[in-house]
């Protein structure tokens, strides 16, 4: 027989941002933001599932604690309403369109049952009673007591620090004309639908909501329950033989099941002191049944230690009650649903008991508000330690609201969520600077990874200096029209020190940079210049300048600087009588002139094009040629110095990246540790991070530069693939300060990834204090964009010729062939 639904709803009313019974039962509802799934540590679990029980002790007799945690299959929608994306952006987001992920939400609601309630049971539901009058008028001062007890159990889990707690009001509980509320949400189950859609709910062939066919196991009886709960379990897909990876002992029924599906706890506060009575009584019985039944003893004992517990370790005495509602649209899909949910329960070694007679009583006390009316008849006797063990307690990942970041991937689903690894952390106070280190074995997606992160911050506005030694950063260079620097015979490569761009004057950094150029170029590392020498060079440059103030028709370079020294500078001398030993400036003209026209390097100082590099915002060095060179290596570090000092120092309110890649084994060879420890000590002060890359474990320990210089001065620290390490990792660990959930974290990298999807994993910890394990999953325009495989590097480069060059072109016609190729 049809009912109508406003004839049956237990819900009288929404008031005061509560929810009203027709039994006289007040709900407040808290939406819950839980930890992120694979972030919890051991003692964090522990600590978090102490900080619940504290919490549950808080509220008072007749009490229930309804937790109801939503999970539903969703798609990611992309954004293609910003005008300014480029593309490989928009790649992107056409890559992970309509990506499937488990969107979470969590609702935690706290319900005081009137004094004197007669408790439901599955033949006594408000569901099947014909008429629904409150027993109890409410007293304001009862209802403020509970809300005083709800405020307080909302700060001790707060102050945990693993969980907030955001009271609902009462426009969220109610539904309005555009608006579906929580309580329609439940009822149609519609967590993301449109308010307009209402649903029959039918009970006769199995639960059925509108066209979702449902089904529903309990954990409602202590024989299903698992011989052993705790806080954690090992998650074995991640663990190895070095390290136990830790998941929430309830983690297989929440975010680990990919399915539609409610997971709904519930805990029951009665009068533990008649509770304990009933169980005292309990036990004198099976104590006389005892000799005509082994059961009977058994059970007498099991009752007798019960209270022995609750007694002498002060345990709260609870009913419990955890049931699953998992539905699909499809009903051939049914079987598959039971596979799956009987599969996350048998992980925690409990039977799966599906519920048919008594789903509807049930699903109908998860109405919100309306948990009071549970059938306690499907509850159990336990402890509020034992209880919490089965609380969800953990959700997916989640985007940063900063609105500056980096694209990663959800460990589970690869679902986009937005990364910031620079600004929150230090505006938080986990880090204290920007600059990142990153690890990474050869093959591990290292190179993806940092083409990744460096073509995010260069669309975000950000000044980027790369020094590379394997040709990494060229296609994205190329893709964002940037100047790239490199040796080859044919083209080598070329600087201009002395050319002074629009908006930026010769001031005495500028001067300072080129003075050090010129002693490097004329001294040895083990001779040292005096004072005379140098005033002398100083003297030089403010006169060149100036006759190029003078004369437009000069070309600011080396050739002409030389031809200064040699028409001008030398009459200057001579009229000031400077003598040879306090500047030999033969000395100095002889030992430059390779560099000038017709020398062996005259091409090195002399450039005209890629000339105003403070203004250009992506740069690379390409040091792979030269990184032995005893002449071109020296001068060319010496020229990226002073090529990011000077976007350091002059570009205000722009955030600057310097990324050193293995050239920071020769940088710091050829005398320039000291330069990378200042960089990595003051770039923070003029809003720029600083990014050494390494690939080898041994470049660590053998290195006193990064040891004590990078490693301490980088709060952001980037690891990728270790498992080839993972029998000598503690000495990595130690180095890097690295914590045991890091470890971890850390060696699960890459351990159990999705066959059917191409990426790899990153592991970024954050001032020791966040650290995740994310994805680095790519479009196809992007993973042809960062490759390093030389015959994909030349399929690209060919694509491009066709068209002019264009590499955007060419990608974009490469990756429709390749993909033409595949669905054949």
Known sequence: MEKEMHTILPIMDVQHDCILSKYGDITVVFQAVLP?????????????????????????KFSVLHKQDWFIDSKYEPNFAKEDTSFLSRSSEFFFNERPFLDHSCYILLTKKPSGRKASSSLFSNLIRSSLVPQQT???????????????FKRILEDSGFIKLRRLTNDELRSHSRKIGLIEKYCFLSEKESPFVFKDISFDDGLQVGDKHCQMYTLGDAAD??????????????????????????????????????????????????????????????????????????????TNDFLNEAISKQRLAVKAHFNVLAWTE?????????????????????????????????????????????????TFDTFTEQAVCF???????????????????DRLTGKPVHVDVSDEPVKMGICTNRNKFILGPSGSGKSFFTNHMVRSYYEQGTHIVLVDVGNSYKGLCDMVGGYYFTYD???????????????????????????????????????????????????????????????????PCFNSFYDFLKDDFVKVLEGDKVKEKDFDVNNFMYVLRPYYKGGEFDYLLNATENLDLLKEPFIVFELDNIKDHPILFPVVTIIIMEVFINKMRKLKGIRKMILIEEAWKAIAKEGMAEYIKYLFKTVRKFFGEAIVVTQEVEDIISSPVVKQAIINNSDCKILLDQSKYQNKFDQIQELLGLTEKEKALVLSVNKANDPDKKYKEVFISLGGMQSKVYR???????????????TEKLKVQQYAKKFDRDIKKGITVLALDMRSVNTK
């Open 36 to 60: 992120e799934i694979f972030t919890l540590s051991d003692q964090e679990y522990e600590a978090f599932h102490q900080s619940w029980v504290k919490a549950i002790k808080i509220l008072p």
């Open 138 to 152: 409410l007293n304001t001062q009862l209802l403020q007591d509970f809300i005083d007890s709800t405020g307080q």
């Open 225 to 302: 329950l698992p011989a052993i709960c705790g806080t954690r379990i090992n998650f074995d897909r991640y663990s190895t033989d070095k390290t136990k990876f830790s998941i929430g002992f309830a983690s297989t029924l929440g975010q680990l099941l990919s399915c539609n599906h409610i997971y709904n706890q519930y805990l029951f506060v009665e009068d533990a002191q008649k509770t304990l009575q009933k169980l005292e009584s309990k036990r004198l019985r099976l104590q006389s049944l005892s000799a005509y039944s082994r059961e009977n003893s058994i059970a007498r004992d099991a």
């Open 330 to 378: 499809n009903k051939e899909e049914l079987k598959d649903l039971k596979n799956k949910v009987s599969s996350a329960l048998a992980q925690m070694d409990a039977a799966a008991k599906q519920e048919t007679v008594g789903a509807a009583q049930i699903f109908w006390a998860g109405i919100p508000g309306n948990a009071a009316d549970f059938p306690m008849n499907d």
């Open 391 to 409: 609380f969800n307690m953990e959700t997916g990942y989640r985007s940063s609201l900063s609105p500056f970041g980096i694209r990663l991937g």
């Open 489 to 555: 015979e044919k083209n080598p490569i070329r600087f201009n020190p002395f050319y002074i761009g629009e908006g930026d004057s010769l001031d005495t950094e500028k001067k300072e940079s080129i003075k050090t150029l010129l002693l490097a170029l004329w001294k040895k590392d083990n001779e040292s210049f005096n004072r005379s020498e140098y005033v002398a060079l100083s003297n030089a440059l403010q006169l060149y300048y100036e006759k190029l103030g003078s004369h437009k028709e000069l070309f």
């Open 776 to 790: 680095t999953e790519v479009s196809l325009e992007e993973y042809l964009t960062y490759t390093t495989e030389e």
